[in-house]
């Protein structure tokens, strides 16, 4: 992987720290040239960009959304830091003087949390850990990057999805779910506002899974015994 580098400072430093001395008491204050300062940006959720639509199973009225908590979330180590990571066929790099107001994976962790939170309807994330959790959703991010095809930007944002029933640890349902979004130019304030708009649309992908896995099988008594047929997760 490539990554932009800035220009190497010059090679003249004996020269220049003989000058400084030199020069001490008439006002030499630094050998290094100034730093342009990374421009910050950020993405979420953002609920602005979400068409209406039904839920996907019924929901009593009054009734309080099943509990899930949210398991693991990964990235892939390349662009799960706070650097832009660019791609344009076996070549990549980083968007230089630019970074993500924190890492990638802290910035989707918060904006699937408020997805949950401002349009979850059957399921709702539980912050009491899993003893008050009927499900966990676990997360495993593919992609998460700007692809350039004849110069052309697209955001692209791929991702595995699985929901597993805490009680005999079955998995209830999986799914992958991904957008991608053109960016009119290469232009970087457009291309976080594409990271919005598909973070917006797999967070609301993934609401919608959760929702019709959870409606459409029924509740497994915490007291059964573990399932003797279909996929179990190891390790719990």
Request: include cysteine; glycine fraction near 8%; proline fraction near 7%.
């Amino acid at each position: 992987m490539t990554t932009l580098k800035p220009r190497s400072l010059p090679k003249r430093v004996g020269t220049l720290a003989v000058a400084c001395a030199a020069l001490l008491l008439t006002g030499c204050v630094t050998l290094l040239p100034k730093t342009k300062p990374a421009q910050m940006y950020r993405f979420g959720y953002d609920p602005a960009l979400v068409q209406a639509a039904p839920t996907s199973g019924p929901v009593a009225v009054g009734a309080a959304p099943t509990p899930i908590i949210f398991g693991s979330l990964s990235l892939p180590p390349d662009s799960g830091g706070d650097r832009i990571l660019t791609v344009e066929g076996n070549q990549a790099s980083y968007v230089a003087e630019a970074r993500w107001t924190a890492s990638a994976s802290a910035l989707l962790h918060d904006a699937i949390a408020t997805g949950f939170a401002r349009a979850g309807h059957g399921v709702g994330l539980e912050p009491r850990g899993p003893t008050a959790a009927v499900y966990r959703l676990d997360v495993s991010v593919r992609k998460f990057q700007t692809d350039y095809t004849r110069n052309r930007p697209t955001v692209s944002v791929e991702l595995d999805a699985r929901l597993i029933r805490l009680s005999d640890r079955m998995v209830v349902g999986q799914k992958f779910i991904s957008a991608d979004v053109a960016v009119r130019r290469n232009d970087m304030d457009m291309m976080a506002n594409g990271y919005n708009q598909a973070v917006t649309q797999v967070v609301t992908g993934l609401i919608s899974f959760s929702e019709s896995s959870v409606a459409a099988l029924p509740i497994a008594p915490q007291n059964m015994a573990p399932a003797t047929k279909g996929q179990k997760v190891e390790g719990l």
